[in-house]
């Protein structure tokens, strides 16, 4: 404990400021990421067909997200980062106190999902300026560690208040919680100072051939994400009975483990590269989808649920990949951005043709549709070893 005391006091002061921002938003998603598919079920009681069709709207701020980040574009990443704290802020406090209905909810789930995508290219881009030449995965998976730890937080405060409460003052206790840790986040947001910022504008829009491979592996993630965050808890919550605290322990264990492994996962995209890495995400990602589509043990079910949200990690390997190819540095922002709006082209439209199969075929063909991922994400990645190699020569 000394020791990382130590390491702590000599790092910047600025990486420590955005560190300690990094820790409250981790406790606020911690929250939102735990109770939010239980707030849907006990408030609004939706079927799995409104639940996949409520994905666009929750979705649709990462497919505008290309047209804010270029309007912010002439904004520092500490402005960024602070409007993703306002916006976050709002959206909770609404979620909690301000939603008689279901189309007022959706007011406020906009805010707060557009500050959650916000962040996005805003942890990225700080991510790789904090980096050392050669070790960006590292870093990356420090910060994404840091916020797993956050999320154990945010975790045990849904566990423990799903004990004493029910309904919905549990949820505005804790979205409550959540809109206190945004304001804590914006505060610590606001004291870093970069003066690199004042001199450095961030492209607007950039769209680049040479960066297909970095698009294509996030039209897929997209896909991938949206069959998990949407459907793996669904499946849990209304086939197997799962309830609010259980689903606290899940998101708890994954965040635990993920503080290591996000490091880890790191450090290996640094020493074996992103091609390798998307080649063993792909293998997973196939056993994970067989997993949830055959299988009728909810212990096993929990595992895989608990393994998937640890392969999200995959977002540090394709933020080095497109660092390393990147024309100019000042392009990341922009094309992370338009990144993740390709990903949520996709992300917008798989919940609700999921929702569909659901109803017409049951669940478990939902996740075999999804298990066809795992092939695209393997044949990209052999793409891009060749891509490489081909710039190389």
């Known amino acids: ?11 910047d002061r600025n990486l420590r400021l955005f ?15 735990t109770s939010f598919n239980n707030y849907l079920n006990d408030l609004f009681h939706l079927s799995a067909a409104q639940r996949g069709m409520l994905e666009f709207p929750r979705e649709l701020p990462g497919f505008i997200l290309i047209g804010v980040t270029g309007f912010l574009a002439s904004y520092s990443m500490r402005t960024w980062s602070v409007m993703v704290c306002i916006l976050s802020f709002a959206g909770v406090l609404g979620l909690g106190f301000l939603s008689p209905s279901l189309y007022i909810m959706m007011i406020w789930m906009l805010l707060w999902s557009m500050g959650d995508h916000l962040f996005m290219p805003v942890e990225s881009t700080m991510g790789l300026h904090f980096a050392h030449e050669g070790r960006q995965g590292r870093r990356l998976g420090q910060i994404s560690g840091a916020k797993n730890l956050a999320m154990i937080a945010g975790s045990l405060s849904v566990y423990f208040l799903a004990s004493w409460l029910s309904g919905g003052k549990l949820y ?36 680049r051939r040479e960066y297909k491979y970095f698009y294509y592996l996030n039209i897929l993630f997209g ?31 994954a965040s635990i483990a993920g503080v290591l492994f996000r490091q880890v996962f790191g450090i290996f995209v640094d020493r074996f590269g992103e091609r390798n890495m998307f080649i063993a995400d792909a293998v997973i990602l196939f056993i994970i989808c067989t997993g949830f589509a ?3 043990n909810v212990y096993v079910l929990y595992f895989l649920f608990i393994f998937d949200n640890l392969m999200f990690a995959t977002r540090i390997a394709r933020t080095t990949y497109l660092s390393r190819i990147a024309h100019n540095k000042n392009e990341i922002p922009a094309t992370i ?4 709006t390709m990903d949520h082209v ?23 549709a999804a298990s066809a991922l795992a092939f695209a994400v393997l044949f990209v990645a052999f793409r891009l070893g060749r891509y490489d190699r081909q710039r190389k020569g």
């Open 172 to 207: 505005s206790w804790l979205f409550a919680f959540a809109a206190a840790a945004a304001v804590f986040a914006a505060f610590s947001f606001g004291r870093i100072s970069i003066p690199a910022d004042k001199n450095k504008k961030n492209r607007r829009f950039v769209f």
């Open 1 to 11: 404990m000394k020791k990382y005391l130590q390491r702590w006091n000599a790092a």
């Open 346 to 368: 996709v992300s917008m439209t798989v919940p609700f043709l999921g929702g569909l199969i659901w109803n017409r075929f049951g669940y478990s063909w939902v996740f075999i």
């Open 19 to 33: 560190l300690l921002g990094v820790l409250f938003l981790g406790i606020n998603n911690g929250i939102l990421t």
């Open 337 to 340: 951005s338009l990144g993740i």
């Open 223 to 253: 896909a991938r994400k949206q069959i998990f965050l949407t459907f793996g808890p669904w499946v849990l919550i209304t086939v197997f009975g799962t309830e609010p605290g259980t689903m606290a322990v899940l998101i708890m264990i």
């Open 294 to 296: 055959l299988s009728r």
